[in-house]
């Protein structure tokens, strides 16, 4: 997303005749400026319709290309601008995702820009409300909470399809006054706005504050209890304005985030936990209280030991399998937990959710844009199809421009840079849509049984029934239908493929793509 600027330098000769008829010297002319030239759309995830890409320069005609997610060219032309605006349409592009160059001469001399964008098919009926398994990560908190930047945020939430976000203002940013709870009004916005769009947000209680235990993660009964009564009124402020009733009482107690005397221990985040739980629900009866148990056995089974199932009514872990792969782990470790719940809550179930799980798009974390596309669809399928009530993906937008910082690069957007005013998909934000357009409304309902390194999760039954299919390898599978069936790919593009005698073969590789249609078997092909 950077400026090249190209052209040579040319020379000018003056010559003018003095009194005495000499001839001056020639004198070499300044390199000609470069043309300015932005992409000034507010927002590069598009719905299918009329779509078009906002441009200013001030040159009179933009040169421009879109190649698609391999590649290979979808469109050029050029835009003509008036008064130094103009626009590229991209209507006529179907779903995907695409990379967009555009550039301006003048003299020579040019200025380029390159970003993405992304084509989605509309957003299903239902996907925007509170019975959606999807949600994302947010860091509103820690931004300008203008909602005029927010805002196109909030839209490329719902385009892709999220039914909830994941949000925390930090205590110390709400109790600045000792028991005293505000919430800025431009943040608060920001949640409401949120909602109204079909978006339900679920708020982090979290960290500490400098009126308790030294500003750290409280440990003393006074810090406790101080934490107990700003979770309850955190929650009860959106509660009362009909935002969200569901709550999650901190955030990663076993990792970095603890500073407290107490400890990181199970024996600790049990002491936390009970208080807060108590005070939220006699409060707030109908509260949805979140727990972040770890998922890993030696922290959660002794936390249920000491009674922490009864200290949230919803059991909440996150897992993180980029570099090696989501299969074996998210599954497994889901599987794991489930079983726990049951041993120490007299054989009932809880309900389990995965508030985080994601790729870094950073190579030297293990990570790449392609990666993260596929672990969106792998990771979620695989939480789903476990029994998984509600995944959030981590996260929303890069958290900054370092690429070989892996924290900053967890987004489904890249932050925005000089001369592109919108920040720009990657292709997971494409990924992430289909995946909730094709499972949009259904529920797991059983896997195909294929080699060992091949997967087929099935979504409903019967004819509207959605099949997820990958390998970690590469495989074939022999799929058995009875008429026409649509196989789409990660980034929205579908195609009808004719079974010949009832039979036609797949192949799979690390790319997930969805089948539908008079699907009767999946078998090894």
């Known amino acids: 997303m950077g400026i090249t600027r190209t052209g040579n330098r040319t020379a000018r000769t003056l010559a003018c005749v003095l009194g005495t008829g000499a001839l001056l010297a020639p004198v070499p002319a300044s390199a000609a400026a ?15 319709g009329h779509n078009t890409i906002a441009l200013s320069s001030t040159e009179p005609r933009v040169r421009w290309s879109v190649a698609d997610a391999d590649g290979h060219p979808a469109a050029s032309g050029t835009a003509v601008l008036d008064r130094r605006h103009g626009v590229i349409d991209v209507s006529a592009l ?7 160059r555009a550039t301006a001469t003048t003299a020579g001399t040019s200025t380029t820009r390159d970003t993405a964008f992304a084509v989605l098919t509309p957003v299903p009926d239902g996907a925007l409300n509170p019975a959606s398994p999807f949600g994302v990560n947010t860091h509103f908190a820690g931004r300008s909470w203008d909602i005029g930047y927010e ?6 939430i719902a385009r892709i399809g999220f039914g909830h976000l994941r949000e925390s203002m930090e205590w110390n940013s709400v109790e600045k006054t000792r028991n005293v709870y505000t919430v800025p009004a ?3 916005d920001i949640l409401v706005t949120a909602k109204h769009k079909g978006i339900t947000p679920m708020l982090i209680a979290a960290y500490h504050n400098p009126f308790y235990d030294g500003n750290k993660t409280p440990s003393s009964t006074t810090g406790l209890n101080a934490f107990a009564r700003f979770e309850s009124q955190w929650l009860a402020h959106f509660r009362k304005l009909g935002v969200t009733q569901d709550i999650e009482t901190y955030n990663e107690y076993y990792g970095g985030f603890n500073t407290g005397t107490c400890g990181a221990t199970p024996a600790c985040q049990y002491r936390l936990i009970k208080p807060a739980y108590t005070v939220t629900k006699k409060e707030n009866p109908d509260a949805n209280v979140v727990v972040d148990v770890n998922s890993r056995p030696e922290w959660h089974v002794p936390l249920f030991q000491q009674g922490g199932l009864s200290a949230m009514d919803t059991v909440n872990t996150h897992i993180y399998a980029c570099k090696d792969g989501p299969e074996g782990v998210v599954d497994a470790k889901i599987a794991t937990l489930r079983q726990n719940v049951r041993k120490y809550n007299q054989g009932k179930d809880k309900p389990i959710w995965m508030t985080e799980t994601g790729c870094t798009t950073t190579p030297s974390a293990g990570g790449d ?3 993260q596309a596929d672990y969106v669809i792998r990771a979620e399928t695989l939480a789903l199809a476990a029994g998984v009530g509600q995944v959030y993906l981590y ?11 892996k924290e900053q690069n967890f987004g489904l957007l890249r932050k925005a840079r000089d001369g592109v005013a919108a920040p720009a998909p990657k292709p997971g934000l494409a990924a992430q849509a289909v995946l909730i357009r094709m499972l949009s409304g259904l529920r797991p309902s059983g896997r195909d049984t294929l080699a060992a390194s091949s997967y087929s999760y099935r979504f409903g039954a019967g004819p509207d029934a959605t ?3 990958w390998s970690t390898g590469t495989d074939r599978a ?24 009832g039979r036609l073969t797949l192949s799979l590789d690390r790319h997930p793509v969805f089948l539908t249609g008079p699907v009767q078997s999946v078998t090894p092909g």
């Open 34 to 48: 470069a043309p300015t030239l932005g992409i000034a759309s507010p927002n590069l995830v598009f719905l299918q």
């Open 94 to 100: 179907g779903p995907g995702y695409y990379r967009l």
């Open 151 to 156: 805002k196109p945020l909030l839209d490329t």
């Open 186 to 188: 431009a943040y608060q």
């Open 369 to 371: 844009e392609a990666k």
């Open 395 to 405: 996260d929303l937008l890069d958290d900054g421009t370092d690429p070989n910082d």
């Open 467 to 469: 099949r997820v299919l």
């Open 478 to 501: 022999t799929v058995t239908a009875s008429g026409p069936v649509r196989l789409t790919d990660r980034f929205g593009r579908a195609r009808t493929l004719i079974p010949s005698g």
